[in-house]
């Protein structure tokens, strides 16, 4: 009996696709990026080299130091926090090509740039990607702070559908590469879905530029703009229901 089979299921998709909900995160990252920039421009009276300086160093000093430390203590320490016959006591969790060559790419936020495969503490592949979105951010804001606003939308819609387009684009290329089961992240050999959808950034900027464009909408809206109860409704259910279309639409 095959021991994952369960993992093929249609219920197993819940799991599988759960990962899909990391990009709530990316919303709310673009979202508040887009808001807080607007807020300290309109705060200091206008966009200045000191800002922008601020803006830049200000997020790597604050998250790189902690960041640093937990690879430290991942390649330096798992491997005795724990005992067994599969528990990776020889170099712990981390692969060789982080403890040796590729840990410079933690500190630059580029592990999933380059060699991918030697990316220290896996699930960094986060911060890589929220970091590169918050690197090119700008690039939307001034347009909207100079006011011109169709120039900072045109710019953030270009961002999604660069990455719709490299999703479907990549998928149909690789169209043999397993998307719905246990092996879109776990196989090693040929492309994954894991080292060239997941974790690049043209494939998840798209949720990063939506929470930017909403937070547009917000700006622009202001306090006063209120949703009616009918449109909370109706609004709640289509979301619901794209969620789980999201969630079932690579089974089998």
Aim: with cysteine.
């Amino acid at each position: 009996m095959d021991v994952l089979s369960w993992t093929r299921n249609i219920a197993f998709q819940l799991v599988i696709n759960g990962a899909l909900s990391v990009d709530t995160f990316f919303v709310l990252s673009g979202f508040l990026t887009a808001v807080l920039f607007v807020r300290q421009v309109e705060k200091e009276g206008k966009l200045s080299f000191r800002l922008m300086f601020l803006y830049y160093i200000h997020r790597y000093i604050r998250l790189t130091p902690t960041f640093l430390l937990m690879v430290l203590v991942s390649i330096n320490l798992t491997p005795y926090l724990g005992h067994g016959p599969v528990y990776p006591t020889q170099q712990g969790f981390e692969p060789t090509g982080c403890r040796t060559q590729y840990w410079w790419t933690s500190i630059l936020y580029i592990g999933n740039l380059v060699k991918s495969d030697s990316m220290c503490l896996g699930v960094s592949w986060y911060l890589h990607n929220d970091m590169q979105f918050h690197w090119i951010a700008p690039f939307a804001l001034i347009p909207f702070v100079i006011g011109r606003k169709s120039l900072s939308f045109l710019f953030t819609i270009l961002l999604v559908l660069i990455g719709i387009g490299s999703i479907l684009t990549i998928v149909l290329y690789y169209s043999e590469m397993p998307l719905g089961s246990l092996a879109a992240f776990t196989a090693t050999d040929g492309p994954t879905l894991w080292k060239t959808v997941y974790i690049k950034p043209w494939c998840r900027v798209s949720a990063y530029a939506i929470g930017m464009l909403t937070g547009y909408f917000v700006i622009n809206a202001g306090r006063q703009y209120r949703i009616n109860k009918c449109t909370k409704f109706f609004g709640t259910v289509f979301v619901v229901l794209i969620g789980l279309a999201c969630l079932f639409v690579t089974y089998p």
